[in-house]
């Protein structure tokens, strides 16, 4: 799990311990990442930590080499952590460079660096199932609906980020179809998190587990059965459009 430490990160790792799951606190600062730990550790719930920066290709092989030398292979990866920047709020056509390549290599390479590392392990799982947290911002269909509940949201660097997403979920879920791992993507709602100064509207709790709906959210994704989907893309109230 990515960006486990805090916000939503932290709410899917706890109901995925919840569950009996052995949870690995992927963070950047790995004092966070024990305090966190810790206390899904008061839960009763089997939390380790490992320090994994996304944008850190030495943290992420290293991460790799921790996890098959302690457990052999992973059984659910989350990609979770992800950022916006405050500079990404002006018209799209205004948007500095840096601001693209810097939310990029975050939500976009982070998450094809670190899925590219642990898949071996992955397939070394009876059931391998990996997670990519994504947004109703990077849908196609509903940026170009201009009654989309947030069509004014036109945040070039993130919104596109995530479409990059969950067009890797897709190519990955090609490649890997004749596997029994499941890739799916996750738009978790409007929750409030550091991402968006805690101004959404649902709580983690409701992003990571909806409690209406299909509740087709990260951990319902993360914990599907062999003959669940693989290559959608999904929200609590099932399938969203690309």
């Not at 070039?156 to 029994?180: F, G, H, M, Q």
Request: cysteine-free; charged content about 20%.
């Amino acid at each position: 799990m990515t960006g486990a430490n805090k916000g939503i990160g932290y709410e899917i790792a706890r109901q995925l311990g919840s569950r009996g799951a052995t949870v690995i606190v992927g963070s950047r600062d790995i004092g966070r990442g024990e305090e966190a730990a810790n206390k899904l550790r008061l839960s009763q719930i089997d939390a380790r930590t490992i320090q994994l920066d996304v944008s850190d290709q030495k943290t992420i092989d290293s991460a790799a080499k921790q996890i098959e030398g302690e457990f052999g292979k992973l059984d659910i990866l989350v990609n979770n952590a992800g950022i916006a920047s405050d500079n990404d709020r002006l018209p799209p056509s205004q948007v500095d460079i840096e601001t693209l390549r810097h939310t990029y290599e975050t939500n976009v390479f982070g998450v094809f660096a670190v899925t590219k590392a642990l898949l071996p392990l992955l397939k070394k799982s009876e059931a391998g199932r990996i997670v990519n947290l994504s947004s109703g911002l990077g849908s196609l269909t509903q940026n170009s609906d201009p009654n989309y509940e947030f069509a004014n949201s036109k945040l070039l660097a993130y919104n596109s980020s995530k479409t990059a997403v969950n067009a890797i979920t897709v190519l990955l879920a090609a490649e890997l179809k004749d596997t029994p791992i499941k890739i799916n993507a996750a738009d978790p709602g409007f929750t409030a998190t550091d991402i968006n100064q805690y101004q959404g509207y649902r709580t983690v709790e409701q992003g990571a587990i909806p409690t209406g709906g299909y509740a087709y959210a990260a951990v319902k994704l993360a914990t599907l059965p062999n003959d669940g989907s693989s290559g959608g893309f999904f929200d609590e109230n099932g399938v969203v459009p690309w």
